[in-house]
């Protein structure tokens, strides 16, 4: 129950109800402002350090040219026209450079999954004409099969009843899953570990058998609430292109890899036409990273000479991703910042504000002011009232702010592509905001802290 | 029980210095009536309000039950007026936005006296100034009589020593005036020492004691003052 002080201060704030909306809209505007300005560079601020701190932009990408230029360009074309094609032996370039740490392959794959509904699409699947030949989709490796129906039949062969029963077999809710084939430095380069099972031996990298690794939230979506992922090592994954073991299940890494799979890269050691289709079909990137982005330059610059002397003049294209990445950091933090320094400036406007009404207010209290210290009120008791008045108008106004902030921070960060999204930050800023605006109250809250009450009831 | 030696009031205005008061020696005993009187602007509010320690002297020095007071701090201040002073002005200085109770009730909050304590209490001294039936009324609902009824409450809730009364029935009729005369002289004889500033001769008669203030100086002569306000 209030007590009677603060009901005059309440029943005040009723009374005066288009001043005191005023003040709440005031403080809402300048937190709000804040909440948002302050949250968008706090986010920003912290997506350049991981974009920075990726091992991403660590690294040189080496591609042949034609995939720099364009994907759409059919493979058997590409061989025709291209001499350069990239393996597992140009990794040799990073042995001449003492500075790159890491050196590994990384091609983009899909999985094509085998179950129910898929089977129920390849019962009422009709065949095409036969076609051996194996395709390139966007740049990733996809194997076709004959068609759907001949490769269920083939992997199927005791009916898919017997499958759901085995319980070696896991079967995926996903039509298609992403992944990559690498070699054996990316998970070091990454520093990422495996949480359950292992990661691929030297003697996974060659064999012929389809190993995987899955990712945490893609392993997490083949087991139940109760399972823990290390229940997925050693089963078999039923896909198009085969079973596939798992053989590991990685920790989480806050990146896309969470919800993807990796399977051992090799080149194709059988020669001929048909080898060099498949590793162009496969677009390979080399990527070499190393420790210190500042390197980056001297490296990019150092792997263009070797691999213009391996494969000739503009055959292949080195390129440092860091580059354009820096400039998009720039950018953002450019924006980030005006946005900032505009918020900060609605603040110091909305608390001036918000201090010159609350002072013109207080002032029409004074004679209340000498009526309570006359009846027992003493200065502190005085301050701790306006306090809690000036406190009334902040908590109000700043959850509304927080309120008007959520909507126009998420507009922003998608304007600025931002992955990082923490709505903790739009509290903290919104707090910060509310407390630089108390700050802004204490002058009108402390008006009266010399003056006698015969002075105050003066005032007629 | 109020000891006053040599108090001097001095205001600063605009580098001119005006003097409210000047070396008034004043010693009021418990349970006296004492009305001070003068004309306007010759120092009675300023000795008043330096009795209410509502404001302090420039010089001089005050003390209550033998303790100098004259430079407590703004705590103790504020203790001695909430539990020994109790306060009626000319204008009431009700809070608006408080009912009767409320109002009477106010003073005991800063006392520390528990919320149902301080409401039987306020409803009680609203009874004995006759106002039983306008306790949840807001003072604009009241007239002028009514409201100095509940500023007399309030001044009793905490049981003072003294009551301080400035011009108590100056915006009131004269019969609601009178009304309110009784009421203090019935507080009175209960043994609460009251001072009154007044400008009506009629009601400076009923005093035990008047203190004539003038120029900011207490008229000494008893013959001049007896000649005036003769009982």
């Known amino acids: ?460 | 029980m109020i000891n006053l030696e040599n108090i001097s009031k001095v205001y600063d205005l605009d580098e001119t210095k005006v003097t409210a008061l000047d070396k008034v020696s004043i010693h009021i005993d418990r349970g006296e009536y004492i009305a001070i009187m003068g004309p306007s602007g010759s120092g009675k509010s300023t000795l008043m309000h330096i009795l209410g320690i509502l404001d302090t002297a420039s010089s001089g020095v005050y003390k209550l039950e033998g303790y100098d007071i004259t430079t407590l701090a703004d705590k103790e201040q504020a203790r001695i007026r909430n539990k020994h002073f109790g306060f009626i002005f000319q204008s009431f200085n009700l809070f608006p936005e408080l009912s009767a109770l409320e109002n009477v009730m106010l003073p005991m909050q800063y006392a520390s006296v528990a919320v149902k304590k301080r409401r039987d209490r306020a409803a009680f001294l609203l009874d004995e100034v006759g106002l039983s039936h306008r306790m949840n009324h807001l003072p604009t609902m009241m007239s002028g009589g009514e409201q100095q009824r509940v500023a007399i409450a309030r001044a009793l809730s905490n049981e003072p020593d003294l009551i301080l009364a400035d011009e108590p029935t100056g915006n009131l009729p004269t019969d609601k005036g009178d009304e309110v005369m009784q009421i203090l002289e019935k507080v009175n004889k209960t043994g609460v020492t009251i001072v009154m500033v007044t400008h009506n001769p009629n009601q400076g008669k009923r005093a035990n004691r008047i203190i004539n203030v003038r120029d900011g100086k207490i008229v000494e002569n008893p013959k001049d003052v007896g000649a005036i306000y003769a009982k």
Not at chain 1, 176 to 204: M, P, R
Not at chain 1, 263 to 286: A, H, K, M, V
Not at chain 1, 368 to 388: E, P, Q
């Open chain 1, 1 to 460: 129950m209030l007590s009677e002080p603060f009901k005059i201060i309440f029943r005040r704030f009723v009374n005066r109800l288009t001043e005191s909306g005023l003040l709440i809209i005031s403080v809402a505007l300048g937190v709000g402002a804040l909440a948002a300005g302050g949250t968008l560079f706090i986010n920003v601020i912290n997506e350049n350090n991981q974009v920075l701190n990726s091992p991403s932009y660590k690294e040189i990408v080496v591609s042949t040219r034609e995939e720099s230029d364009s994907m759409e360009v059919p493979v058997k074309e590409k061989l025709l026209n291209e001499d350069a094609i990239l393996a597992q032996s140009d990794l040799d370039a990073a042995e001449m450079i003492p500075s790159i740490s890491y050196s590994y392959i990384m091609n983009s794959t899909r999985l094509r999954m085998i179950n129910e509904d898929f089977q129920e699409q390849a019962n009422n699947f009709a065949p095409p004409e036969q076609n051996n030949e194996s395709s390139s989709e966007n740049g990733e490796e996809v194997v076709q099969p004959n068609n759907p129906q001949d490769r269920l039949d083939e992997l199927l062969e005791d009916g898919f009843d017997s499958i759901l029963s085995d319980n070696s077999i896991v079967l995926s809710d996903e039509d298609e899953i992403s992944g990559y084939n690498v070699t054996s430095q990316f998970f070091d380069a990454w520093d990422i570990k495996a949480a359950a099972g292992s990661l691929f031996s030297s003697v996974d990298y060659n064999q012929t058998n389809s190993l995987v690794i899955l990712g945490s939230e893609f392993a997490k979506t083949l087991i139940e609430d109760d399972e823990d992922v290390s229940s997925l090592i050693g089963k078999r994954m039923l896909a198009l292109q085969g079973y596939q073991t798992i053989v590991g299940v990685l920790e989480e890494t806050d990146t896309s890899y969470d919800y993807q799979f990796f399977s051992p890269y090799s080149d194709n050691t059988s020669s001929g036409e048909f080898s060099q289709i498949r590793r162009l079909s496969q677009n390979t990137q080399l990527r070499f990273s190393v420790s210190d982005s500042e390197d980056l330059d001297t490296v990019s610059q150092m792997l263009d000479q070797w691999f213009t002397s391996e494969y000739g003049e503009g055959q292949i294209i080195v390129t440092n991703p860091r580059v354009e990445a820096e400039q998009t950091v720039e950018r953002n933090s450019g924006i980030s910042i005006l946005l900032l320094v505009l918020a900060l400036s609605g603040l110091f406007i909305s608390s001036v504000n918000i201090s010159h009404i609350l002072l013109s207010r207080t002032l029409r209290m004074k004679k209340h002011v000498g009526i309570l210290m006359a009846l027992g009120a003493t200065k502190k008791n005085i301050n701790l009232l306006f306090s809690i008045e000036a406190l009334m108008i902040i908590v109000i106004g700043t959850v509304l702010g927080v309120l008007i902030a959520i909507p126009i921070n998420t507009q922003m960060q998608s304007a600025l592509e931002l992955t990082i999204s923490s709505n903790y930050m739009i509290l903290i800023s919104a707090l910060a905001s509310a407390i630089l605006i108390y700050c802004f109250t204490i002058i009108p809250i402390r008006r009266f802290d010399r003056i006698k009450p015969a002075d105050a009831m003066r005032i007629q």
